[in-house]
């Protein structure tokens, strides 16, 4: 079963344009993740948000969280081609650092 | 790029056959996972090891055994291939730490015909 579920599922911007992706989950969490996977490619960590934080930046990054709302939201701007990619949430609940995933947000940014 | 070579990166079998896969870390790093992506269903967990001969089951163990024997080896076994397991598959590490992102190989694409 998946915990997280990113919304849109697919999602078409033209290069210099923001990108908003957002995620549900429905258990309590202790942190929420966010990575990134190219076409043919490993997933690769974005960035980590707390379960007690609400907000967090990371270069055109910037992430929020609503655990009254179990959401989460990945706002990229300015994008670029080369943010052409699967963006993934990754949710974590309980012991030994096993992560859910969602099905992913697949944003493709045209030139 | 984190340390993770995985290994073969492309396998064509067929159904009933053994297969064995290997994720080699240069890291260090206590856990380990290994995943499975199919289209419509993200990433979902096999198995993982939390240290040598430590490991458990994730969401979608059946079919699937795994191994550690060393800090840097885990290996994902399909004892008799099955057309079901047809699929991406992707080992990942992470340090100890409730707050450490996993890294992950490249996948391996496994075709069971």
């Known amino acids: 079963s998946q915990q997280g579920e990113e919304d849109p599922q697919a999602l078409s911007i033209q290069e210099g344009e923001n990108a908003t992706m957002n995620c549900s989950y429905k258990?309590?969490?202790?942190?929420l993740q966010w990575y990134r996977q190219n076409s043919g490619r490993g997933l690769v960590h974005l960035i980590l948000?707390?379960?007690?934080?609400r907000e967090k930046h990371s270069g055109r990054l910037r992430v929020t969280l609503d655990t009254s709302k179990k959401s989460s939201s990945l706002l990229i701007t300015a994008s670029r081609a080369a943010d052409t990619a699967s963006y993934f949430c990754?949710?974590?609940?309980?012991?030994?650092?096993?992560?859910?995933f969602g099905i992913g947000t697949k944003l493709q940014v045209i030139p | 790029d984190a340390g993770i070579t995985q290994s073969p990166r492309h396998k064509v079998t067929e159904t009933g056959t053994p297969v064995t896969l290997r994720c080699h870390q240069t890291?260090?790093?206590?856990?380990m996972y290994w995943y499975r992506q199919d289209p419509g269903h993200g990433l979902r967990l096999i198995h993982y090891?939390?240290?040598?001969?430590?490991?458990d089951k994730g969401e979608v163990s059946d079919g699937y055994s795994v191994s550690r024997s060393k800090t840097e080896d885990f290996l994902l076994t399909l004892e008799s291939a099955t057309s079901s397991q047809t699929s991406v598959y992707f080992c990942?590490?992470?340090?100890?730490?409730?707050?450490?992102?996993?890294?992950f190989g490249d996948g391996t694409r496994l075709s069971i015909l």
């Open positions: 990942a590490i992470s340090m100890t730490g409730e707050n450490q992102p996993q890294h």
């Open positions: 258990t309590s969490i202790n942190n």
């Open positions: 948000i707390r379960s007690n934080e």
């Open positions: 990754a949710t974590l609940s309980g012991g030994y650092q096993k992560v859910t």
């Open positions: 890291e260090n790093h206590r856990y």
């Open positions: 090891s939390y240290g040598v001969k430590d490991t």
